[in-house]
């Protein structure tokens, strides 16, 4: 019996080294991904928002990812989709680390009507800014956790031809987000387009 115990303390004691070895490797990550050009922060108070770049690799890579074995999809037609889009990531945070959705709102029809935003209203919201010229966000895809996790994620996508090449002959372009939903009126995101046009 004393020799189960000892087996069994050994093995609390391996998976609590390993688990903490994953939290500091995954906040090590976290603050290199905080600190890159490819993510613009904002805060206000406990809540958090973070736009990432997505470029045309990394959205093929997950595309791959998710495609069921059955499935036959041609690499190179993806690719060719995906070229025709700058693609971005919106992330809102609670910073409190609780629920997200649920910490703006309070009742039941303003959290179903906060759900019913993001998930198709958020999208006219969203706009792509250059010096000469402003572009609707062509396509916001809401990640929907149930609001089990301290975040929400929505994926954006810009369509390119609208734009042409002047984005990346453009130095001064941001993301704009009309952030009035959240009491924050507009926000601008910029980024460099050296970074995002060479990746």
């Not at 093929?60 to 693609?87: A, H, I, W």
């Not at 029809?109 to 935003?117: D, G, K, N, R």
């Not at 369509?159 to 959240?182: K, M, P």
Request: charged fraction near 25%; include cysteine; hydrophobic fraction near 35%.
């Amino acid at each position: 019996m004393k020799k189960y115990k000892n087996i069994y303390m050994y093995s609390i004691g391996i998976v609590s080294i390993l688990f903490g070895l994953f939290f500091l490797q995954s906040e090590k990550y976290r603050n290199v991904m905080e600190d890159s050009e490819y993510i613009k922060t904002k805060t206000f108070g406990n809540l958090e928002l973070s736009l990432e770049y997505k470029s045309t690799a990394e959205m093929l890579n997950e595309q791959l990812n998710d495609v069921e074995d059955g499935n036959s999809v041609s690499k190179g037609e993806l690719k060719e989709s995906l070229e025709d889009y700058m693609s971005f990531k919106l992330k809102l945070e609670n910073l409190k680390g609780n629920g997200m959705l649920k910490n703006i709102v309070k009742t039941v029809p303003e959290y179903q009507a906060l759900i019913q935003y993001l998930s198709f209203d958020m999208q006219k919201d969203l706009f792509l800014c250059t010096e000469n010229d402003t572009l609707q966000c062509s396509f916001a895809h809401f990640e929907r956790n149930f609001d089990l996790a301290p975040y929400a994620n929505i994926g954006l996508g810009f369509y390119r031809t609208g734009l042409g090449e002047s984005i990346c002959q453009n130095e001064n372009w941001s993301v704009l987000l009309h952030a009035d939903r959240f009491g924050l009126g507009p926000l601008y995101f910029r980024f460099d387009s050296d970074k995002v046009c060479d990746n």
